[in-house]
């Protein structure tokens, strides 16, 4: 993926974060195309690994009504930056 790519999923997936702050109606095939298959993800909890399947979009789902029910309004990535771990 290059950097045009990768910087084109992220303004995706803020969009689309934003969209379901904004809506409890949000389309969860489009959450799930901005993952991949499987993937990993770390929180102050720490690493773990998914899978993009039913659950995964249930718990997203879940994630956005925990954010709209706290009063999140946006979300913003205010900077991305690529480090390239090898040539794939």
């Known amino acids: 993926m290059?950097?045009?790519a990768v910087?084109?999923?992220?303004?995706r997936y803020e969009d689309h974060f934003n969209r379901a702050l904004a809506d409890a109606d949000?389309?969860?095939?489009?959450t799930a195309?901005?993952?991949?298959a499987e993937f990993i993800g770390s929180t102050p909890?720490?690493?773990?690994?998914g899978k993009n399947?039913?659950?995964f979009k249930q718990v997203m789902a879940q994630g956005?009504?925990?954010y709209r029910a706290i009063g999140t309004r946006?979300?913003?990535i205010r900077n991305v930056r690529i480090t390239r771990i090898d040539e794939n």
């Not at 910087?7 to 303004?11: D, M, N, Q």
């Not at 909890?45 to 690994?49: L, R």
């Open 45 to 49: 909890a720490g690493v773990m690994t």
């Open 7 to 11: 910087r084109t999923l992220f303004e």
């Open 2 to 4: 290059d950097d045009a």
């Open 64 to 66: 956005y009504a925990h």
């Open 53 to 55: 399947d039913d659950e």
């Open 33 to 36: 195309s901005l993952y991949a």
């Open 74 to 76: 946006k979300m913003a």
């Open 26 to 30: 949000v389309d969860m095939a489009e």
